[in-house]
């Protein structure tokens, strides 16, 4: 079993930052990638960021240059720091892991960036 853990998320003033941490465990061989999706109200979900076990990474076009994704092969940890952050960032980011043949997702974590 294998268990996806988000935190970090929270209340945030425009122009603000958060940082979004997610740790996987359980039976867990081998992540090949992990990364970032949101979902605000009344949209669909949407990639935010990911990163491959070897550091390459792939961002949505909203997020590059505002968000950066890192993580900790060691603790099986995916970060999401997030800055300069708009109203319209405002929505449950949920995590996911990648490995084998199965991708794994958090329970989410809601980030709410008031104007």
């Known amino acids: 079993q294998v268990q996806v853990v988000e935190s970090g998320g929270g209340l945030v003033q425009a122009g603000g930052s958060l940082r979004l941490s997610c740790a996987a465990s359980?039976?867990?061989?081998?992540?090949?990638?992990m990364g970032w999706s949101r979902r605000a109200p009344g949209k669909q979900r949407e990639l935010v960021a990911a990163?491959?076990?070897?550091?390459?990474?792939n961002y949505a076009d909203f997020a590059k240059g505002r968000f950066t994704i890192a993580r900790d092969n060691a603790k099986n940890t995916v970060y999401l720091q997030m800055n300069s952050l708009e109203p319209e960032d405002t929505a449950v980011y949920y995590c996911y892991v990648i490995a084998g043949p199965a991708t794994y997702w958090g329970q989410g974590t809601q980030v709410t960036v008031s104007s």
């Open positions: 990163i491959a076990s070897a550091g390459s990474t």
């Open positions: 359980g039976s867990i061989f081998s992540i090949n990638a």
